[in-house]
């Protein structure tokens, strides 16, 4: 099936998601060697997410696969009142997240994640907690309607975006703990 928006051309990070999946399924014995090697050279001069999605069409459709442009639709809730959220490592990263803690810490590591989207939405809530958003090098970040009471709100991940990269806006409200957003260790 062919997603609406399958004619927007392709990344780099797309074809990398692709390639991986392929090796993936040459590893598992479901394609051959030589299908790999021809498979990538053409994910290689692949435009567009139609021609990157034939690519793997015969092939499950698990970690690692291609998402479609608005993929990881929905909405991802990462709420608790004094427990530790972390959200990192691989995830396909929604349009919309919502971060709430109570006194407890929510951390959301984009490194890793797919994300597909122009921009991303995340409503923070944090009272007496801590909320930590680690965004790759290259994102842009938006403070957007951020208000504290008596906590604190640090944006360090400050440096120009890549215009290809995903836009982060946050907006929502800190009591008295804290958000931290930041770039990852070097």
């Not at 990344?11 to 394609?31: K, M």
């Not at 639709?73 to 803690?101: F, M, N």
């Not at 929510?106 to 958003?133: P, Q, Y």
Request: hydrophobic share 35%; proline share 5%.
């Amino acid at each position: 099936m062919t997603h609406p928006d399958g004619q927007l051309r392709a990344s780099h990070a797309d074809r990398d998601v692709v390639i991986e999946q392929l090796r993936v399924a040459a590893g598992e014995g479901r394609i051959t060697l030589e299908e790999l090697e021809e498979r990538i050279e053409r994910t290689q001069v692949a435009r567009t997410y139609d021609d990157l999605r034939a690519l793997t069409a015969d092939l499950p459709q698990g970690k690692g696969a291609l998402v479609a442009p608005g993929g990881g639709g929905g909405v991802l809730e990462l709420r608790t009142k004094h427990g530790q959220v972390q959200q990192k490592d691989y995830w396909v990263v929604p349009a919309r997240i919502v971060a709430s803690c109570t006194s407890g810490s929510v951390k959301i590591d984009f490194t890793e994640a797919v994300c597909s989207h122009r921009e991303v939405l995340l409503e923070a809530t944090c009272g007496m907690g801590n909320i930590v958003v680690i965004v790759p090098r290259g994102w842009t970040v938006w403070v957007d309607s951020l208000t504290t009471s008596m906590g604190t709100i640090s944006n360090k991940a400050t440096d120009p975006g890549h215009p290809d990269a995903p836009v982060l806006r946050v907006t929502g409200k800190v009591g008295m703990g804290s958000l931290k957003i930041k770039y990852p260790r070097k």
